[in-house]
């Protein structure tokens, strides 16, 4: 697995200017007056945001050569070469056609592209009115699929930005998702024009906690404000040895959750608890746990009504429309659960686009080539980073 700390460098220039404003919950840079962000002789900056993702397939012809893709990802399989490439033909193969029926439940094929558009389009709008004389336009650049990380590496030189501001729509840092996005970034982009800057995560920022609190809330009171009942955070696992090598993904995720209870204090209390689970394990190696659907089966067998909400993921794609909604629907009411709802994931929320606007106000009003908007310890230098 891609385990290889690549965020931990010692004595790596990055290290040096991580400063420690750059972990703070980001509010403060995006508040400040425009003139403040700016200099005249900055004025009219040509401002590109890159957003990242992990990519799905457009269509059942692409499922299986998405999933190579995916297989053949060191960050994702840490193997040599010469096993990697046999290993993702096979697996890929093999997989193809139960994931091929998933996403034909979907209509064919991945919404994560149209979804990530939606947010890309509501950023440009949020930024244009906090950076007024600004150009800024934000790009999409997925992992595992179209538009692939090399083709948006491309438009964004021809499009010759002043400023980059590298922005995963991965709240949470891991060495499997993030740090593969911006390695393929850096390799991608190099000698490309612009003075870039990381957003490494965001795992407790105030408006993307806040807005899973304001779901969360209004699913539980759609559902009736049952009693008792127990609010499940389902984030994607990852194997263990991925964590145990220093992965901090498993850390941000219990923060955010922890966050969002924080703000969940007038429904959460007597007769509704809540927890965190792991969801959709591949592969033969012991993931982190407890699973999903593990805990699902437990909350149907003590009476519980379930409030699922997805809080690794952004945007709606197969994980939430199949594994939330219709596998793990089933499982509960299989084993005799009584009420199941789901929160949707953030999509286009007005308090989590609006804190995506903070992070870039702040990755460009910061000295440090990488930011972030947490309390916690981030990764020191994220691949991407500027020296
Ligand atoms: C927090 C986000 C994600 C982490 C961490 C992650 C790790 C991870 N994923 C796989 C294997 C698969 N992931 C697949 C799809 C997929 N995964 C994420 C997010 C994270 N993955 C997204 C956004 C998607 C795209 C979904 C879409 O709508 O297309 C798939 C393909 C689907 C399937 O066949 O189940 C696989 C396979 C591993 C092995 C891993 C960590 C090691
Ligand atoms: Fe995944
Ligand atoms: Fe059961």
Partial sequence: ????????QPGSRHLARHTDRSCRAGAEAGDRPVNQLKSG??????????LFNLGGPDGQAAVRPFLFNLFRDPAIIQAPFFVRYPVAALISTTRAKSARANYALMGGGSPLL?????QARALEAVLAERLPGDTVKAFVAMRYWDPLTGETAKAVKAWKPDEVVLLPLYPQYSTTTTASSLKAWSKAYRKGPGRTTTVCCYPTADGFVQAHADLVRAEYVKAG???????????????????????P?????EATAAAVVEKLGDILGEGVDWKISYQSRVGPL???GPSTDEEVEAAAHEGLALVVTPIAF???????????????????????GSIYARAPALGVAPAFIDCLGTLVTEALSSEASQVCGSDQPCPKAAPGARA
Avoid: C, N
């Fill in 1 to 8: 697995m891609g385990a290889g700390p690549l965020y931990l």
């Fill in 41 to 50: 002789a900055e004025a009219g900056r040509r401002i590109a945001v890159v």
């Fill in 114 to 118: 149209p979804e990530t558009d939606r």
């Fill in 225 to 247: 404000s049952p009693k008792p009942a127990r609010i499940l955070f389902s984030a994607h696992g990852l194997p263990e040895k991925v964590i145990t090598a220093g992965d």
């Fill in 249 to 253: 993904y498993q850390r941000q995720v």
């Fill in 286 to 288: 012991k993931w982190i």
């Fill in 314 to 336: 952004v945007s709606e794609h197969i994980e939430t429309l199949v594994e939330l909604d219709v596998e793990y629907r089933e499982l509960f009411y299989a084993h005799g």
